[in-house]
């Protein structure tokens, strides 16, 4: 079916392998988020155990989000794990349970969606004519500043 939302259909589809790949690095965040909780060892662990707890609950939130969008524009998320090692800007990680370790790397990972997140808001708003996508990706990059600070907090 033709969707007629105010952006060209090829816009569009660069839109969606840009936000697939945002949805790459979502699920690949989550997934070694997920992995520390699991993983994770020592006088803390309670503490660290639900912290990474609600770090990958968010995560979860924010791929569905994205998965979603790219849907609403009228294409399709690929989150099959081939995909998304293909299209991930993130590198997966080996097994830890160092805290500092495991802190250091998703806070990395959260940094550089960060950074390609700010280059897709004006890709998307300047290139693409769609301040609708461009709004989006800033609403994600929120989302990503304030999980990047609670891990940054615990680093200090």
Do not use: C
Request: net charge negative; no cysteine; aromatic share 10%.
């Amino acid at each position: 079916m033709k969707i007629e939302i105010g952006i060209s259909a090829e816009h569009a589809k660069k839109i969606a392998l840009e936000l697939n790949k945002v949805l790459a690095d979502e699920l690949l965040v989550y997934a070694k988020t997920r992995n520390s909780h699991w993983n994770i060892e020592g006088p803390n662990f309670m503490e660290m155990h639900k912290f990474y707890e609600g770090q990958y609950e968010e995560l979860e939130e924010i791929a569905d989000e994205v998965a979603e969008y790219i849907r609403k524009i009228g294409h399709y998320a690929e989150g099959r794990y081939a995909d998304v090692l293909k299209l991930t800007n993130l590198l997966e990680s080996e097994y830890s349970n160092d805290q500092k370790k495991q802190l250091q790397e998703l806070l990395d990972d959260h940094e550089t969606i960060i950074r390609n997140l700010r280059r897709l808001i004006d890709e998307f708003d300047e290139k693409y004519k769609d301040k609708g996508a461009a709004d989006f990706a800033t609403q994600l990059l929120q989302k990503h500043l304030s999980l990047a600070w609670m891990i940054r907090s615990y680093l200090k």
